[in-house]
């Protein structure tokens, strides 16, 4: 029998030994500063979802999967095996005190990777349920979305109740994106879940733990679903409602967060954070928008505790929208289908309540409430949007400045300290054999070897060649 384990531990040391020593050298930087963080996570325990509350101090390294479709992709099992590899590494690096690792330590790290997660770096999923639930045309699940009328909904919002898998779906991608097995799966925990987002954990849940014993990994990680089920769980005033009502406070405040975007705001169409629809919808790529802003002369601004609302209102425009395709069909391309067209007063965003105007914050403002000290990517500069890395980096260095969203420090604690950054390199990402499609279902992929021979391929990402030069984009 193959000890897949081993194989995936050699590969990575091989090629992602650098990354390792970054990481430890960051930790150990970590560790001396201190600082005390309360981190409340989702997992699952024996097939139910709990709560877990993590006290103390540790260093947390983010990785993602996908609400956008209810199997395991490659793409997604690469990444969680990625930060579990790099997580377990570096915990026995550091309370080994070695200054290398070696085919001597490959079988105690293998015993690591079978516990559960723990140490002083721990690995967490950081999953956003603002998208949409078939953003790239790989879910079996995509007609029944548009039939619905669900198609342009943000995943926190949508239910279960009138979805189906589409049969032609699954005969027109058998082997390449979806597999009969994992077809039934969704099918038969369709029935179970009233909530989109449980039932899309509860099946990627099951899908990893068969993984896990095949691999002999553990990765039933920690999950932090995050914007929305975050800002319901929150008050008026705490941490990611003050990011909003912050970037909106004032006309420099909403230029500071375009620089960080490299947007200019001569048209300042792009919205900060966009609305949801009465009728449900709030995808991001449907949604179309301009912030309105009020004379600065004009007597009468209106004005929230003494402080002057310049944004006078936010004027949204939904319409049906083409997202984006599989890796199998270029001209397969999903849709966001809704229309829509109203205005919000710009009050309601300097005095922030989700309850009140419920919305989806731009990434780079929402991932300031993440706990990570460190995130991996998947595939910059090939698969994943290097734009969205840069105005991620550029708001942590805004906020170090005090250029964007003030106060974080002082009324939170957090350093804004930019987090230690790594990547899936793009030439070894785990892909379909037959197809070299990295968004293939792993039920689709009969031979895992040809997954483990790919090796594990992580770099650190230099952060001073992805900042964006703000000062450029005024």
Not at 48 to 53: D, L, Q
Not at 352 to 379: C, I, R
Request: aromatic letters at 10%.
């Amino acid at each position: 029998m193959i000890d897949y384990c081993y194989r995936l531990v050699e590969g990575f040391l091989s090629k992602s030994m650098p990354a390792v020593r970054a990481l430890a050298k960051s930790v150990q930087a970590h560790k001396e500063e201190g600082g005390y963080r309360r981190v409340t996570f989702l997992q699952f325990v024996n097939g139910k979802k709990i709560s877990v509350h993590i006290n103390g101090v540790h260093f947390y390294l983010r990785g993602s999967v996908e609400y956008t479709n209810p199997q395991v992709t490659a793409e997604e099992i690469q990444g969680i095996v990625g930060i579990r590899l790099l997580q377990t590494c570096v915990n026995y690096y550091m309370e080994t005190d070695m200054q290398e690792l070696t085919f001597r330590d490959y079988p105690l790290l293998c015993e690591e990777l079978k516990k559960v997660p723990y140490g002083y770096v721990l690995p967490f999923l950081l999953n956003t349920d603002d998208v949409e639930a078939d953003r790239y045309s790989i879910n079996p699940l995509k007609q029944s979305l548009i039939d619905s009328g669900q198609s342009a909904f943000p995943v926190a919002n949508i239910k279960t109740d009138r979805l189906y898998v589409d049969k032609a779906f699954v005969e027109k991608y058998e082997g390449t994106l979806i597999s009969k097995k994992e077809a039934e799966l969704i099918a038969k925990e369709l029935l179970c879940h009233t909530s989109y987002m449980d039932f899309v954990d509860t099946v990627k849940f099951q899908q990893l733990e068969e993984l896990s014993k095949l691999l002999g990994i553990n990765l039933n990680l920690y999950t932090l679903r995050m914007p929305l089920s975050t800002l319901q769980a929150e008050k008026k005033g705490a941490l990611l409602h003050y990011i909003i009502s912050q970037a909106h406070l004032s006309y420099n405040s909403v230029k500071n967060a375009y620089n960080c975007m490299g947007r200019s705001i001569t048209k300042h169409s792009t919205l900060l954070t966009v609305p949801h629809s009465k009728k449900g919808y709030g995808s991001k790529r449907a949604a179309h928008g301009k912030i309105y802003f009020n004379n600065n002369n004009n007597n009468n601004v209106n004005s929230i505790n003494g402080v002057n609302c310049v944004v006078s209102n936010v004027a949204v425009k939904y319409q049906p929208t083409l997202l984006y395709p599989n890796g199998i069909d270029p001209k397969d391309v999903s849709l966001a289908q809704g229309e829509d067209d109203f205005v919000v007063k710009g009050e309601d965003f300097l005095d922030y309540s989700y309850v009140k105007t419920p919305s989806s914050p731009q990434f780079f403002l929402y991932a300031l409430a993440s706990p990570e000290d460190a995130a991996l990517w998947h595939g910059i500069g090939a698969f994943a949007a290097s734009h969205l890395l840069q105005s991620y980096l550029s708001a942590y260095a805004a906020c170090r400045e005090g250029e964007l969203i003030p106060g974080l420090r002082e009324k939170f604690n957090l350093q804004c300290k930019t987090p230690l950054q790594f990547n899936l390199v793009p030439q070894g990402m785990w892909r379909n054999p037959s197809r070299q499609n990295i968004d293939a279902s792993i039920g689709s992929i009969t031979d895992i070897n040809s997954l483990i021979s790919r090796d594990m391929w992580l770099e650190q990402l230099a952060i001073e060649d992805t900042k964006r030069e703000t000062s450029q984009t005024s």
